[in-house]
């Protein structure tokens, strides 16, 4: 087992190397060969893929409407981040950015946009797919991914601001959705165990806001909602969530008229890959030298 300062050198090499520190807070540059990783891990996960299932890319933002309307701003306002902009004539912005404008810099006054940071790669799925009607009860599945942006207050290693999130999504019937998460639980599994990373898939919840959050967590733990798979980065008490598993229920189908053929509300489902934490955990576990990690890995990673 490595020292306590054997662990935080090896993350401070990480932090330092393989991603590259900017002015902001978990904010990195990602080096070549921390991309390898990641394309080596798409592919992987893209190997995967179900039959039939439709790929959608977004940007990092979207409708704020859409946002407020799936709910974020009761769950998880804390994580929340907007994009605003300047308002006025010419010279009233001009006046802001020059400093002139009379005792206000300019960004008090930006005001929030019609646009939010996406804070999960699945939210624009759910409306678009409503739009086309009723699914079928064998469900639909999308293949989502999308830089992510969660205003988080700690920065340790591999919580970022700024992260990118693959996600397959499940939409029909209640058995359709839980089957499909419990399939890829399963395929998670032996992933992980090709990737030579040490791992535990453990019920979880989200990180909901405020004193009802925590009842909200409880109760998600409680019905098995939420699984996560977990790597030892910063510590082995406390390993990081690479990978989540989720049953949503009812909860997308009701706020956007999802129906499956029979007339029931479509359940939905989610296996989330956080693409920046995988490969932070394979730095970690492997070391920062690509060329000695084990053979096994190399290969299943195209490496
Ligand atoms: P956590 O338990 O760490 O707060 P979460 O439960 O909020 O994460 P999900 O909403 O399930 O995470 O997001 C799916 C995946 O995206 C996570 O399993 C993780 O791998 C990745 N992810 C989430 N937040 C971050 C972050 N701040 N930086 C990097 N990756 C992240
Ligand atoms: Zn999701």
């Known amino acids: 087992m490595a020292t306590k300062q054997g662990v935080s050198d090896r993350l401070e090499a990480i932090t330092s190397s ?3 520190p900017t002015a ?3 904010v990195q540059g990602r080096t070549g060969p921390f991309e390898e990783v990641i394309a080596g891990l798409t592919a992987m996960i893209t190997k995967r893929r179900e039959p039939g299932t439709e790929v959608l890319r977004f940007p990092p933002v979207m409708s704020r409407a859409l946002l407020e309307k799936s709910g974020y701003l009761k769950s998880f306002p804390h994580l929340l981040g907007v ?8 010279g009233d912005i001009r006046a802001l950015v020059e400093g002139r404008s009379s005792g206000r810099n300019w960004v008090e006054a930006l005001e929030a946009t019609d646009l939010v940071l996406t804070p999960a790669a699945c939210y624009p799925v759910y409306p678009i797919i409503a739009a086309r009607g009723d699914v079928a009860r064998s469900g639909v599945i999308v293949d989502v991914e999308s830089y992510c942006f969660r205003r988080e207050a700690s920065s340790e290693l591999g919580r970022m601001q700024a992260f990118r999130m693959r996600e397959y999504v499940c939409i029909g019937a209640p058995d359709t959705a839980l089957a499909f998460r419990e399939r890829w639980k399963a395929r998670a599994n ?6 030579g990373v040490p791992f535990k898939l453990a019920p979880a919840s989200d990180p909901f806001f405020g004193r009802a959050g925590k009842l909200m967590a409880m109760n998600q733990v409680e019905q098995a909602l939420k699984f996560e798979l977990l790597i030892p980065v910063n510590s082995e008490e406390d390993p990081t969530a690479c990978m989540s598993f989720n049953y949503h229920q009812d909860h997308f189908g009701s706020t956007w008229g999802l129906k499956t053929d029979d007339g029931a509300v479509a359940h939905t489902a ?15 576990t492997h070391g920062l030298d690509l060329h000695t990690w084990p053979a096994s890995v190399r290969e299943v990673l195209s490496l």
Do not use: I, P, Y
């Open 18 to 20: 393989v991603l590259q």
């Open 190 to 195: 032996e992933m992980a165990t090709q990737l």
């Open 270 to 284: 989610c296996a989330a890959f956080g693409m920046d934490r995988l490969a932070v955990a394979l730095f970690a």
């Open 83 to 90: 994009v605003s902009s300047m308002h006025g004539t010419e």
């Open 24 to 26: 902001a807070n978990g």
